[in-house]
């Protein structure tokens, strides 16, 4: 009996247990290991040793020119393309909301940036904002539009290249959005809309009245996951613009991924990995009020 | 009013077609480009279709450029990711949809924290740790943490679906002498199907699409993924775009039928979490 006891208790433990285990090696050991690291000046070479510095590695993060730089762009890339994917998303579900057919069909359309690979849209972006008077945007905004009498050299010039890089971070997300508003838009209760239409609200009164402030629990759900995702953003940066010219379009994920594997700063990086960590998990505590748990995807 | 709704109906469909047409555009011309010489990659005016079509890039890429090669070794890692990260994740889920044990919640919040942690914030310990383990340049390396980094969402969204399932009809087999094992692989497993495959789905994008890790432990060429591939590419040769989009679309035409045919499962696991709040 007793044996059949111990069993059962170590029943679900054994279930756990296979996946546990590359948790804890390949994620839990590691969070642990870089905060050890980020607290020395870390030698790659083993058997060497790693003087340990303190927090000193987190003052030098908010003294570096570049850092600062770096967590300056990331902010306004975050600003700029979570509220472009919001807007879009929110109206493109809007529209298919209300049409009748072909919502499928569009849904489907809207949805194919979002499960492409972020190496290959972030090349096509490259290739359509090439500086050339044959690049597409150029030949779009020059020849056919006439809105720009020169071509530009979109890559050059930080302000340009950004604009490069919100479209791409816009157009890759409206789609994800639009899924999200549009499921709730459907279950949304039917009868809220019915009783306003017999009191005879128009149109846009329900959807500022009604549809939007019963979205709004959503709205902030997405407003955060974009966030979230937005502050994590990486390979366009890396693959576009390469951080450059002269680092001046660094974002965090990128400036600590040279200081780690170009500059072989391992205790520097491992206190940026922290630094934008711990940014990441202010703002999903705060979802965590906000709202049930969710998860989070591509 | 019945006019009204069709001039409606008109202004929506031709909003979203507008929309649509620059969500497809870079698409059409990805393909375009992947179709066209290396003269015309930058003529001017720049041509959707292309003047004088040709398949070389596609030929070239998946012969004499090694792709051939990098899809299998992304094919390899995604299957044997995906696999391993549905049966440990659903595993997972089931302790923690079907036994009350002490350390239930502390287990639940480590994989909830798992997935909204930044996966590139560890990349230093677990290059080191890689190094340790004698995983640098192999693809083992990359399907070791492959499966760490999803069986977080997996599990996530295998539990919620196994809650909702009701207890009678396992706990009729208990009675009737059923092992736990016979009842996860027996019982729930099977009814799963749906979950599972939404669970799949975003194991096998997340291995596919993968790229940093990949980038930064594949050493040799023969072991590149198809992100690190393209991208490597494109790193030497510059202007050759129409091989680096035939090459792109290569990696990507699989992944948009599947999400074209399994549509429903990507939805049902995006929204899964997001609505029932």
């Known amino acids: 009996m007793q044996t059949a006891q111990l069993r059962k208790r170590l029943t679900p433990y054994l279930f756990l247990l296979p996946g546990m285990a590359f948790l804890m090696v390949w994620l839990v050991y590691p969070m642990g290991h870089a905060f050890f690291i980020s607290l020395r000046d870390w030698n790659p070479v083993p058997g060497q040793p790693s003087p340990f510095v303190g927090l000193s590695h987190y003052g030098q993060a908010f003294g570096d020119a570049t850092f600062r730089l770096a967590l300056k762009n990331t902010a306004l890339y975050v600003a700029i393309t979570v509220l472009g994917q919001l807007i879009l998303g929110v109206g493109v579900a809007l529209l298919l909301d209300r049409l009748l057919r072909g919502r499928v069909f569009f849904r489907t359309l809207y949805y194919l940036p979002v499960v492409t690979s972020w190496v290959v849209v972030s090349l096509l972006f490259k290739y359509l904002f090439n500086s050339s008077p044959a690049g597409m945007i150029n030949y779009l905004l020059v020849d056919v539009s006439h809105l720009l009498a020169q071509p530009v050299a979109w890559l050059n010039e930080p302000g340009t290249a950004f604009i490069a890089l919100y479209s791409l971070g816009i157009w890759k997300g409206v789609g994800w959005t639009m899924v999200i508003i549009l499921a709730a838009l459907q279950s949304l209760p039917e009868d809220c809309f019915q009783a306003a239409a017999i009191d005879g609200a128009s149109g846009l009164q329900s959807l500022f009245y009604i549809t939007l402030p019963l979205l709004l629990p959503t709205i902030v759900l997405v407003l955060i996951m974009l966030t979230i995702g937005g502050f994590q953003t990486y390979i366009p940066i890396a693959l576009v613009t390469g951080g450059g010219p002269l680092h001046r379009t660094e974002v965090l994920l990128t400036y600590m991924y040279d200081q780690a594997f170009s500059d072989l700063n391992y205790g520097y990086a491992s206190a940026q990995a922290y630094i934008l960590a711990a940014i990441v998990f202010v703002i999903s505590q705060a979802q965590l009020r906000l709202h049930r748990p969710v998860d989070i995807l591509a | ?277």
């Open chain 2, 1 to 277: 009013m019945k006019r009204r709704n069709a001039i409606h109906q008109a202004i929506y469909v031709i909003l979203l077609s507008l929309g649509g047409l620059a969500t497809i555009f870079p698409f059409i011309y990805m393909i375009s480009t992947s179709l066209k010489g290396p003269v015309y990659v930058f003529e001017l005016p720049p041509r959707l279709i292309p003047s004088n079509p040709t398949l070389q890039n596609f030929v070239s890429a998946w012969t004499s450029n090694n792709f051939g090669r990098y899809f299998l070794n992304s094919l390899g890692v995604t299957v044997v990711t995906t696999l391993l990260v549905v049966w440990l994740g659903s595993m997972m889920a089931f302790a923690l949809a079907r036994f009350e044990f002490a350390l239930k919640k502390p287990l639940y919040y480590l994989v909830m924290f798992f997935m909204m942690m930044p996966a590139m914030s560890l990349i230093v310990p677990q290059f080191i740790l890689a190094a340790r383990l004698k995983q640098v340049d192999t693809l083992s390396g990359l399907v070791l943490l492959y499966v760490a980094q999803n069986i977080p969402l997996a599990t996530f969204l295998l539990r919620g679906f196994l809650e909702q399932v009701p207890r009678e009809i396992e706990e009729a087999a208990l009675i009737d002498g059923a092992s736990a094992w016979d009842v996860y692989w027996r019982i729930l497993l099977p009814l799963s199907k749906p979950a599972l495959a939404t669970a799949a789905i975003f194991a096998s994008l997340g291995a596919w699409d993968e790229y940093v890790w990949a980038f930064t432990i594949i050493n040799t060429p023969e072991k590149r993924t198809l992100p690190v591939g393209i991208a490597a590419f494109h790193g030497v040769h510059l202007s050759d775009w129409g091989l680096v989009f035939a090459a792109s679309l290569i990696a990507v035409v699989p992944v948009m039928v599947l999400f074209i045919a399994l549509q429903k499962y990507f939805i049902k696991g995006m929204t899964a979490g997001a609505l029932k709040g």
